[in-house]
Every structure is written in C-alpha cells, then in structure tokens.
C-alpha cells in the first residue's frame, strides 16, 4: 500500500515548510543572542563609565547629554 502521489507531495510540503520555520527560529535565536550580548557588553562598559565618573565627582553626578554638564558633583573636583 502506498500514499497518492499528490498525499505524498502534500506531506513533503508540509514537512519543508514546517523544516524551513524551524530553520528560521533557529536563525533568529542565534541573531537574539549576538544582540542580548552586545546589550550586556554595551552595560558592561556603561557601568564601568559610571563608576569612574562617581568616583571623580560623587555618588550623585549627572551629566547632561546634550552639552555634557556635570550636575550635582559632590566633590572638590566638581569644578574641574
């Protein structure tokens, strides 16, 4: 006994298509990664920044992004 050819060719369909989204999940699952690790290392880095400009200037600085004031220096060096 044997499938229909046009049973057979439906079930090989439905296997490529169902093979080619698992393909795709995959591809997306590493592309999530690289980007969840290129997050954590843009933190990383960040955190690092961070601490250093408390270090220089106190626990509460702020610096203004758009003209890079420092804000609510706590230390001598707050006029530096």
Do not use: C, P, W
């Not at 290129?38 to 106190?58: D, P, S, T, V």
């Not at 509460?60 to 992004?65: A, F, I, P, T």
């Amino acid at each position: 006994m044997k499938l229909s050819k046009k049973k057979l060719e439906g079930l090989k369909e439905v296997l490529r298509t169902k093979d080619e989204a698992l393909l795709a999940a995959g591809q997306l699952e590493m592309r999530k990664a690289h980007f969840v690790a290129e997050a954590m290392q843009a933190e990383n880095l960040f955190q690092q920044i961070r601490a250093e400009l408390q270090e220089k200037y106190g626990q509460d600085v702020q610096v203004d992004l758009s003209n890079g004031e420092i804000e609510n220096a706590s230390n001598d060096l707050k006029k530096a």
